[in-house]
């Protein structure tokens, strides 16, 4: 059985900086590309960033474009997301996702990810 677990999350101010991790287990991770996408209430799914299987092609989303970044460690089967500058309306909760098939790009479109973790509450208050 597939699981993604994020950790990380929790309540800083404006301006704060948080580190994202997310660990895989039951499938390999290094052959799979992988996503951070957030929600927050009333909201759709919006696209963070993404990281190709060997850790390049990384991409981010417009509105955090600058602020975030994505890694990954092969090694330890986890994927982090290094949020700076905190702003409040990066208020969500955060998923960390990986694709179905192996060698594939990344990808900023939630329906090219298949596996999700539970997801993790980032809040910045003002």
């Known amino acids: 059985q597939v699981q993604l677990v994020e950790s990380g999350g929790g309540l800083v101010q404006a301006g704060e900086s948080l580190l994202l991790s997310c660990t895989v287990s039951g499938r390999a991770f290094g052959p799979y590309a992988m996503g951070w996408f957030r929600q927050a209430p009333g909201k759709e799914r919006e696209f963070v960033a993404s990281i190709g299987w060997n850790g390049g092609r990384t991409y981010t989303g417009d509105s955090v474009k600058g602020r975030f970044i994505m890694s990954r460690d092969n090694a330890k089967s986890t994927v982090y997301l290094q949020m700076n500058s905190l702003r409040p309306e990066d208020t969500a909760v955060y998923y960390c996702?990986?694709?179905?098939?192996?060698?594939?790009?990344?990808?900023?479109?939630?329906?090219?990810?298949?596996?999700w973790g539970q997801g993790t509450q980032v809040t910045v208050s003002s």
């Open positions: 996702t990986q694709r179905e098939a192996p060698y594939s790009g990344s990808s900023s479109h939630v329906s090219s990810y298949v596996y």
